[in-house]
């Protein structure tokens, strides 16, 4: 019994203090909610520019004549790894970057200008 009333007391302060998790005691809902968009930037893996770094990325490895499975074999990982960043699906970083130049025989500056990105 004392178990059912701790219980109850537990959801009732989630429904009173927490309504944006679902409980819509006070009538609130997430459907309400307005998010201004005005100004706001595009995650970058969708623009174009992302989009071109990872296709001269992918020109890069095959001009060096590494397949996907060698480049993932370099980083101690599997051939997804490679497949995933890309296709975008995983984003890689700047120290992840320069990695991938160094193996690729490719100097991060002159990657990032064949990108159009200077």
Do not use: W
């Not at 909610?33 to 890069?60: Q, V």
């Not at 060096?64 to 975008?88: L, N």
Request: charged share 25%; proline share 3%; aromatic share 8%.
């Amino acid at each position: 019994m004392a178990e059912l009333q701790r219980k109850g007391r537990e959801e009732n302060f989630l429904k009173q203090e927490f309504p944006v998790l679902g409980n819509s005691s006070n009538g609130f809902n997430l459907g309400q909610l307005k998010f201004p968009t005005i100004g706001r930037m595009t995650k970058s893996r969708h623009t174009t520019r992302y989009e071109k770094l990872l296709n001269t990325l992918r020109a890069a490895r095959l001009h060096a004549g590494i397949t996907q499975v060698d480049a993932a074999k370099h980083f101690g990982s599997h051939a997804s790894f490679i497949s995933k960043i890309e296709s975008g699906e995983r984003r890689i970083d700047v120290v992840e970057l320069a990695d991938f130049c160094k193996l690729y025989g490719v100097r991060l500056p002159q990657l990032l200008k064949a990108a159009g990105i200077e």
